[in-house]
T-cell receptor
Framework: DTAVSQTPKYLVTQMGNDKSIKCEQN?????MYWYKQDSKKFLKIMFS???????INETVPNRFSPKSPDKAHLNLHINSLELGDSAVYFCASSQRQGGETQYFGPGTRLLVL | QQQVKQSPQSLIVQKGGISIINCAYE??????FPWYQQFPGKGPALLIAIRPDVSEKKEGRFTISFNKSAKQFSLHIMDSQPGDSATYFCAASGGSNYKLTFGKGTLLTVNP
């Protein structure tokens, strides 16, 4: 069983469209994260939720809106997609916030044309 | 401001050699220093982690060396194998800052 799963794996879309990425973890963890990995492989945190509460909100355009319906799920909705949004988006989870092992999903490769 | 600086950007090592990747941090509140390994097309996975109460941690062929006074830590891969070829990220977190700050990554290639 996959610990952290993401859908879709690939997403190709036109500029201006709205899209969502879904994430689920079956590890019973309290904390979930969204990361963006750019073409140079740089990993940057975007958001973090702990027990469905937003605890980290980095400087991210407000076109990006996370939503955590429950502890096991963290979704990412992106409005008005731009070319610069093309990247790999990783979901991750950890037992709790702070210095804990983070378990990453397989990533969603987003290409905006 | 990049809080975790990682070098080198890329590294080529022969099979059986030692791979060394270095990281330096600025925030003295950091108290958790993990290394993640990422294979192409996959998500990063924790390789080994250290806290500042010890200066070295070893797990199999992988060793973290930690120098608190210099604010530096490094990953040593002994007897490097072609299967170790991947991108390695150092990271740090701590204090009131719960987020994990990653270095820019090192692409390791181990030639057979």
């Amino acid at each position: 069983d996959t610990a952290v799963s993401q859908t879709p794996k690939y997403l190709v879309t036109q500029m201006g469209n709205d899209k969502s990425i879904k994430c689920e973890q079956n590890l019973g963890h309290d904390t979930m994260y969204w990361y963006k990995q750019d073409s140079k492989k740089f990993l940057k945190i975007m958001f973090s939720y702990n027990n469905k509460e937003l605890i980290i909100n980095e400087t991210v355009p407000n076109r990006f809106s996370p939503k955590s319906p429950d502890k096991a799920h963290l979704n990412l909705h992106i409005n008005s997609l731009e070319l610069g949004d093309s990247a790999v988006y990783f979901c991750a989870s950890s037992q709790r916030q702070g210095g804990e092992t983070q378990y990453f999903g397989p990533g969603t490769r987003l290409l905006v044309l | 401001q990049q809080q975790v600086k990682q070098s080198p950007q890329s590294l080529i090592v022969q099979k059986g050699g030692i791979s060394i990747i270095n990281c330096a941090y600025e925030n003295t509140a950091f108290d958790y220093f993990p290394w993640y390994q990422q294979f192409p097309g996959k998500g990063p996975a924790l390789l080994i982690a250290i806290r500042p109460d010890v200066s070295e941690k070893k797990e199999g062929r992988f060793t973290i060396s930690f120098n608190k006074s210099a604010k530096q830590f490094s990953l040593h891969i002994m007897d490097s194998q072609p299967g170790d070829s991947a991108t390695y990220f150092c990271a740090a977190s701590g204090g009131s800052n719960y987020k994990l700050t990653f270095g820019k990554g090192t692409l390791l290639t181990v030639n057979p």
